[in-house]
């Protein structure tokens, strides 16, 4: 049997070495997208202005403080319930600075879940809501030995390595042959059946939801 693919509009599995990751400045960071984003997202609101408030928030996003450490939620709320978020930042902290950036500006909200398929993954983040879009900025790799297991969050991707940007998947099934070729980040702490729900909704061609389930909005709850 074939197996699903998940990128920008698809995953796809392109075998490369696990990466080293070390928190570092936006610019080290990131690289220019491959993609030109949209002027505007689907929710309406500028990618520009997007990208600059993670660029502004970046570096004050940290992960210890004065030795103790500093811990982020993200709550997405959503049509059929909330899904509540937790982070790997000893793992790939800027792809979790990233996430939590564009959730505190207001990224995802109103976008949706343009693509699920049962015991695979639920993907979202898409500005232009067909799975083509992206941030405005790519995030260079940090592949890392987190499994991809029921309820992991990693993101998505286009065939290079350093293609990763807004979109993100949560696993629903336990698609290990993705292990180590995307960068899992984080995992459903509470609300995985939400994600059922989301999942079991009827799809069109292209795993297209018929009426996709839209994030109403993403919370970032600091500790």
């Known amino acids: 049997m074939k197996r699903p693919m998940l990128g920008l509009l698809g995953l796809l599995l392109c075998a490369s070495p696990l990466l080293a990751?070390?928190?570092?400045?936006?610019?080290?960071?990131?690289?220019?997208?491959?993609?030109t984003p949209p002027v505007k997202s689907t929710n309406g609101k500028?990618?520009?202005?997007?990208?600059?408030?993670?660029?502004?928030?970046?570096?004050?996003?940290?992960?210890n403080k004065d030795g103790k450490p500093v811990t982020y939620l993200v709550t997405l709320e959503t049509d059929k319930g909330d899904i509540e978020i937790e982070f790997f930042p000893q793992d790939a902290?800027?792809?979790?600075?990233?996430?939590?950036?564009?959730?505190?500006?207001?990224?995802?909200?109103g976008l949706n879940f343009h693509r699920t398929i049962p015991n695979f993954?639920?993907?979202g983040g898409c500005p232009k809501g067909d799975g083509s879009g992206g941030p405005g900025y790519c995030l260079k790799p940090e592949f890392n030995q987190r499994p991809h297991t029921r309820g992991a969050l990693s993101m998505a991707r286009a065939a290079p390595t350093d293609s990763a940007g807004s979109q993100f998947f949560v696993c629903h099934g336990d698609p290990?042959?993705?292990?180590?070729?995307?960068?899992?980040?984080?995992?459903?702490?509470?609300?995985?059946?939400?994600?059922?729900?989301?999942?079991?909704?009827?799809?069109?061609?292209?795993?297209?939801?018929?009426?996709?389930?839209?994030?109403?909005?993403?919370?970032?709850?600091?500790?």
């Open 21 to 35: 990751a070390e928190p570092t400045s936006f610019s080290e960071a990131t690289r220019p997208p491959y993609v």
């Open 46 to 63: 500028a990618l520009a202005d997007m990208k600059a408030k993670v660029e502004k928030e970046w570096d004050g996003i940290v992960f």
């Open 93 to 109: 902290p800027n792809h979790v600075r990233s996430f939590i950036a564009l959730a505190d500006a207001g990224f995802f909200d």
């Open 121 to 123: 993954v639920i993907q």
């Open 176 to 223: 290990r042959f993705l292990d180590g070729k995307y960068t899992v980040f984080g995992q459903v702490k509470n609300g995985m059946d939400v994600v059922d729900q989301i999942v079991g909704q009827p799809t069109a061609p292209g795993d297209r939801p018929l009426n996709p389930v839209k994030i109403k909005k993403a919370t970032v709850t600091k500790n």
